[in-house]
């Protein structure tokens, strides 16, 4: 085994590091920098606010170690850091498809921008891959050594195809510049903090169901997805970030595989919510199956989900309920 969580904390407490993370007003990002505040780190969280809004950090603002940098990463940027979370795409197919060539972009010069500021501060650099790299994929569940099913000119290509360049690219650095990179393939992670109008499953039954509001099913409703609670995410990455001589990439996502219709009739229960299903047409290249194989995540990094999609629905439903809808704004050019 090669994490080793005692000697991992015994490490991180004597060793505060400066961590960049990009993307890091989103869901995720957001998440991901408030544990490492709270873990004593100096914090960079740079955004350009495409599909987040402030106030994902603002409790962060007045915290010594946590700095916001309102930039955009197709940009670049001279910063001194020593880990950098390249955690900055759209993600939900919504808002990645919105502005398709920017999502590319994203990816590629993103990813070139971010490895520059690794290769020349000696940084390690993690990037924030995806299930999408395998696409509709042939291979059930899927290992990290399935190359994928990507549809090379189809709707979803901006954010699959620049997801694969990015590893390409992470990979390229590793072996021509020597840079300390990790890749970690996240599949669908849910929680406290998703958009609310991002269009992406979880979000999307939630609010309807709490509003009363039909369920969209997208075609029959026999697609399988395999939900991860955000929790369960941010300790992986950090793992994976602070493990020694494994670089991925590795599946991290929850193994537990559930239909789409599975996942409405779970939400109406847990909501209490008199809403119908209704079916809608299914959108192109939506992916049929799709779990994670998680043995290299547990061999690697000891690691395996905790939470299981009731809990974790559970308390993103209380979410839900806390917020003003008003607040959330479509992502903007
Ligand atoms: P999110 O949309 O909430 O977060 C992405 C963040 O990146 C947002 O704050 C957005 O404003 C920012 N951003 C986008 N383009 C940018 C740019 N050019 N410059 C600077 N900032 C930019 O999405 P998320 O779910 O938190 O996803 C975070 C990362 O994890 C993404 O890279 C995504 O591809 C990856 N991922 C997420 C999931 C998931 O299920 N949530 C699954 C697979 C991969
Ligand atoms: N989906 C659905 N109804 C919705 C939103 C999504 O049935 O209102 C389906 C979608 O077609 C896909 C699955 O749920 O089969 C997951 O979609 P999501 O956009 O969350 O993520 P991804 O397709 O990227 O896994």
Redesign the pocket.
């Given at each position: 085994m090669i994490f080793n969580r005692q000697r991992f904390l015994r490490t991180a407490r004597s060793m505060i590091q400066r961590i960049l993370v990009t993307g890091g007003a989103g869901f995720l990002g957001s998440h991901l920098c408030e544990r490492l505040v709270s873990d004593g780190h100096d914090v960079i969280c740079l955004d350009n606010f495409f599909t987040s809004q402030k106030t994902n950090v603002v409790h962060l603002l007045d915290k010594p170690n946590f700095e916001l940098i309102r930039h955009d990463i197709t940009l670049p940027i001279h910063l001194e850091v020593d880990q950098i979370y390249n955690m900055a795409c759209p993600?939900?197919?919504?808002h990645y498809q919105f502005n398709p060539i920017k999502t590319i972009k994203t990816s590629v010069m993103g990813s070139i921008n971010m490895l520059g500021i690794a290769k020349r501060c000696g940084a390690r650099i993690l990037q924030a891959s995806t299930?999408?790299v395998y696409g509709d994929p042939e291979q059930h569940p899927q290992t990290e050594s399935y190359r994928g099913s990507v549809n090379p000119i189809g709707i979803?290509a901006c954010y699959d195809e620049g997801k694969r360049v990015a590893e390409t690219l992470f990979m390229d650095y590793h072996r021509s510049n020597n840079v300390d990179v990790r890749i970690v393939r996240i599949f669908?992670t849910y929680g406290p903090r998703m958009h609310p109008f991002?269009?992406?499953?979880?979000?999307?039954?939630i609010r309807?169901a709490l509003a009363g509001d039909d369920?969209?099913?997208?075609?029959d409703?026999s697609?399988t997805?395999s939900f991860c609670y955000r929790d369960d995410l941010v300790e992986v990455i950090i793992r994976m970030m602070n493990c020694d001589g494994f670089i991925g990439p590795v599946n991290i996502g929850n193994p537990h595989e559930f239909t789409?219709r599975q996942?409405?009739e779970k939400t109406i229960e847990l909501t209490g919510s008199s809403s119908k299903l209704i079916e809608?047409p299914?959108?192109a290249d939506?992916?049929t199956r799709?779990r994670p194989d998680i043995a290299l995540a547990k061999e690697k990094l000891d690691w395996e989900p905790k939470i299981e999609l009731e809990q974790g629905l559970k308390h993103t439903i209380d979410w839900f309920k806390t917020i003003n809808l008003g607040d959330y704004r479509p992502p903007t050019p």
């Open positions: 993600a939900a197919p919504g299930s999408e979803r669908n991002d269009g992406r499953v979880v979000a999307n039954f309807q369920i969209t099913i997208f075609g409703g697609q997805r789409i996942l409405a809608a299914l959108p939506d992916p799709r």
